[in-house]
């Protein structure tokens, strides 16, 4: 056996990250999203598609919370920085509004239209409008928080180990008080030698400079992880591996268990109410007054 990276070789390390093959009802949930975002849209009062730069995949919708200088959310869609949408996303909106929590879904260019550094820097942009626009969307951009799923946990990682100064010298050091990454891929050389390569094209050294596992955090903001129990070793190692590397340099890191959830329910079981990892993430951005 040849191996690839760590003990898999190529057939292993691809079966690790192709997750779709690993849930037998894969199909549903993602019918699920789909209708349960389209029926919150709906719903809920949101702007849609609001313009945070040129490019046509710099977009985002907001779901407002019902009071001014309402603390904000913002979530990163996932689909392995190549597909899904940030209108799949509107599904874990609700109950963070009735928390008095306004959300925010971003959208990104995907690859491989566009590179990582590209859609890293997409997302520092997104967080920057919404912190310029905070008086205009009704928040207090000295209470924006982000979380993210699979690809959106890597990029909300990378939210933390932005410099932000240097993004743009009128950005405060502490933009994001807060993060949550769901089901994160922290290092991004297996993606590198795995089948998804063929979309996201990574080299050694954009694989190495956009994993979080070889960064630091430039902010004191707490972050939670979690990943679900049903989830493959890959998932498991890569939460286990960025925990300890970061650990260090945060006031708080917390691990939250998702038990019976896979890669595809963890996102309700962190949008519905009640949950250990919703109000983990509740009690983080703190009351809504």
Same mark, same amino acid.
Request: proline share 5%; hydrophobic share 45%.
């Given at each position: 056996?040849?191996?690839?990276?760590?003990?898999?070789?190529?057939?292993?390390?691809?079966?690790?990250?192709?997750?779709?093959?690993?849930?037998?009802?894969?199909?549903?949930?993602?019918?699920?999203?789909?209708?349960?975002?389209?029926?919150?849209?709906?719903?809920?009062?949101?702007?849609?598609?609001?313009?945070?730069?040129?490019? +046509?995949?710099?977009?985002? /919708?907001?779901?407002?919370?019902?009071?001014? #200088? %309402?603390? @904000? *959310?913002?979530? &990163?869609?996932?689909?392995?920085?190549?597909?899904?949408?940030?209108?799949?996303?509107?599904?874990?909106?609700?109950?963070?509004?009735?928390?008095?929590?306004?959300?925010?879904?971003?959208?990104?260019?995907?690859?491989?239209?566009?590179?990582?550094?590209?859609?890293?820097?997409?997302?520092?942009?997104?967080?920057?409008?919404?912190?310029?626009?905070?008086?205009?969307?009704?928040?207090?951009?000295?209470?924006?928080?982000?979380?993210?799923?699979?690809?959106?946990?890597?990029?909300?990682?990378?939210?933390?180990?932005?410099?932000? +100064?240097?993004?743009?010298? /009128?950005?405060?050091?502490?933009?994001?008080? #807060? %993060?949550? @990454? *769901?089901?994160? &891929?922290?290092?991004?050389?297996?993606?590198?030698?795995?089948?998804?390569?063929?979309?996201?094209?990574?080299?050694?050294?954009?694989?190495?400079?956009?994993?979080?596992?070889?960064?630091?955090?430039?902010?004191?903001?707490?972050?939670?992880?979690?990943?679900?129990?049903?989830?493959?070793?890959?998932?498991?190692?890569?939460?286990?591996?960025?925990?300890?590397?970061?650990?260090?340099?945060?006031?708080?890191?917390?691990?939250?268990?998702?038990?019976?959830?896979?890669?595809?329910?963890?996102?309700?079981?962190?949008?519905?109410?009640?949950?250990?990892?919703?109000?983990?993430?509740?009690?983080?951005?703190?009351? %809504?007054?």
């Amino acid at each position: 056996m040849d191996t690839v990276f760590l003990q898999y070789d190529q057939v292993g390390l691809d079966a690790q990250y192709d997750l779709r093959a690993r849930v037998p009802d894969t199909a549903y949930h993602l019918r699920f999203r789909e209708t349960e975002s389209a029926r919150v849209r709906g719903a809920l009062t949101c702007r849609l598609d609001l313009a945070y730069g040129a490019h +046509a995949g710099e977009r985002l /919708d907001v779901f407002p919370a019902d009071r001014r #200088g %309402a603390p @904000a *959310l913002v979530f &990163i869609h996932g689909g392995y920085w190549r597909g899904s949408d940030k209108s799949d996303a509107s599904y874990m909106a609700p109950d963070f509004v009735a928390a008095g929590v306004t959300v925010v879904t971003v959208n990104y260019a995907l690859a491989p239209v566009v590179a990582m550094d590209e859609i890293v820097r997409q997302n520092r942009a997104a967080l920057a409008w919404v912190w310029r626009n905070a008086a205009t969307l009704g928040i207090d951009r000295d209470r924006i928080h982000v979380a993210g799923h699979s690809a959106g946990g890597h990029l909300t990682a990378m939210m933390l180990a932005t410099d932000w +100064a240097a993004f743009d010298a /009128d950005l405060p050091r502490d933009l994001v008080k #807060g %993060a949550c @990454a *769901l089901s994160g &891929i922290y290092d991004l050389e297996p993606i590198r030698l795995s089948f998804l390569n063929a979309d996201v094209r990574l080299d050694r050294e954009s694989a190495r400079r956009n994993s979080p596992i070889h960064l630091a955090p430039h902010c004191a903001a707490p972050l939670i992880l979690s990943v679900g129990a049903l989830e493959t070793e890959e998932y498991h190692r890569q939460e286990a591996r960025f925990a300890a590397a970061w650990r260090a340099h945060l006031p708080a890191l917390d691990i939250v268990a998702a038990p019976d959830c896979h890669h595809y329910n963890i996102v309700p079981w962190f949008g519905r109410a009640g949950t250990a990892l919703f109000e983990a993430m509740h009690r983080l951005i703190g009351p %809504a007054g």
